[in-house]
């Protein structure tokens, strides 16, 4: 089941549930989105992993033919008259204690659910540190959840950490995520040292080059000052674009290829680059600032975020194009 939620990891709706159309099924967050990908065109299972947030969404997952998960007795009460016929995830709380039944009521959720005659049920819980080699939690997660899983017939486990790490965690439906865009789960590992291609190319080009002498600053604030003569290149992309805000200068960015680094503070719609004294560059050269040779989890760890939230992160007046 492919995760496609927060319009596709950032990388477009449109545009990811067209590459992987064969994926078994879809999942993503919340109902809308669900409707979205199913507009789409696919034929295949789409899963809203938070389920109904109120009573009247059962009836519109129907009307769309959704799966829908169950994490609470409230949406047991919202499912109960129009749930027949529909794939019902049952989600257990195995440790992360964010969603789901404890594990002491899922016998009579499950009974109550069963009563009320759905296509299928799935049990399904979430790890909540998969991406930990060392943390004692996973195993205990998949315990709890293997002691719970008794008497279903489909379950559901692992996210990207789990189907990479775990494989205890590897039975019945698997839900990646971040993986699938070429993206590493680990904090300390890169998509392309787990044999993965980053989809997503974030780029821009250059507007305009200047020389800047030895000792000028350079953006907001003057918080970059030039050590020697050089040439500074200005890019269109900014925070407003999803580049992020507190990156500092010395980042590395690719023009043309060339790495070369953030000069000055990341304006809205504009960065400043140092292309260095001899530079060649001018005006329409190729700005790469995360992608298949600089990798987005370089650019998340530079800025203390994650790379999911990078991607994640890219704004609506980004236009994704396909390569
Ligand atoms: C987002 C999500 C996933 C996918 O997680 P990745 O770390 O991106 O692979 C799987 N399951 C649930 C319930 C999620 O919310």
Redesign the pocket.
Known sequence: MA?V?ANAYGHGLDLVTAALRDADGF?V?RLDEAIAVRQLGTRRRVLV?EGPAAPAETAVARQYSLDLAVHCEEQLEWLAPAVAGLNIWLKLDSGMHRLGFMPEEVPAALRRLQSLEPASITLMT?LASADLPDDPMTEKQLAVFTACAGEIDEISVA???GLLAWPGARGGWV?????LYGIS?FAERNGCDLGLQPAMHFRSRLLATRRVAAGETVGYCGTWTAQHDTCIGTAAVGYGDGYPGNLPGGTPVLVDGRRCELAGRVSMDLITIDLGPGAAESAGAEVTLWGAALPVEEIARRAGRLAYELVCGVSQRVPRIPV
């Open positions: 995760v939620k999942a967050a992993l979430h996210n990207s950490a839900r990646p995520g971040i993986m789960p």
